[in-house]
């Protein structure tokens, strides 16, 4: 058989509380199923395990919301009436409700929240496994789950990372065709949170992956750039605003401001011209 990418699941571990010890948790996890950790393997985690064993919970779901925010990127009115606001988070990434979320929180009586550090997190974790194993070429990255410009459904990604080059730079390289490569840029560490959620996921209650087979892209150091790395900003940014959002700024409507909740903010669905003049003309 050709090598290749194996992914496997850490199956076993306990629900992870506030103040847990999430470093010695996996290494019970990997030792139980008899797993053998190699130079170049990768450690996937679930921001959600690291957010609970950091204590990140919040009881007010808005007020969470808010302080996660450093801008607002789009925001919409639902069908019930309640606005949903995809957001710069203070994590890094733009997410919708900057990543503040409601699901698997266990026995938790509230909103867990982002870490404020992802690859902070990540170098932590990487440090203590690389001691509890005796190896030192390892790699941690902190994945998290979010939706997609032009694409249906969410899919998994690199929120923090440590120990692995995170984007594969193969621009001035050559393809197979030996034509320059002038744009190519893998965004390496993203490709394998999504591979090792293959075999995680919300529902099956398996926050850790072991990722074999990117042993290249390895150094077990910590790298310059982490997971934040991966956030487009800047005049790279085409998309800073959404379709609605840019116009209303051009009118003075900030999103996510006192005077956008005045002036209405923009349905998910069809409006008639009415409604949309109305809110223009609020916006004078």
Known sequence: ?????????????????PGDDLAAQVVTGVRALGLSVREGDVFVVSSKVASKALGLVAADRDAAIAAGTVRVVAE????????????????????????????????LDGVLLLPTDPDGVCAALLAELQAAFGVERLAVVLSDTS???????????????????VVDDLRGAADADGRALAVTARAVADEVAAAADLVKGKAAAVPVAL???????????????????????????????????????????TPGSELAERVGIAGLGVETPAVRVGRATKAR
């Open 147 to 165: 939706g997609r410009p032009w694409r249906v459904g969410q899919v998994d990604f690199a929120l923090g990372a440590a120990g692995i080059r």
């Open 211 to 253: 990722v074999r087979g990117v042993g290249e892209f390895v150094t077990g150091a910590l790298e310059r750039d982490g997971g934040r790395a991966l956030v487009r900003t800047g005049p790279g940014d085409w998309f800073a605003t959404g379709e609605a959002e840019a116009i209303r700024s051009a009118l003075g409507v």
């Open 1 to 17: 058989m050709p090598e290749g990418v194996w992914v496997v699941p850490v199956t076993g571990l306990p629900e992870v509380g």
């Open 76 to 107: 919409r009115t639902m069908d019930d009436g309640r606005v949903t606001r995809v957001v710069e988070s203070v994590a890094g990434p733009v997410m919708a409700a900057a990543g503040v979320d409601a699901s698997n929180t266990g026995d």
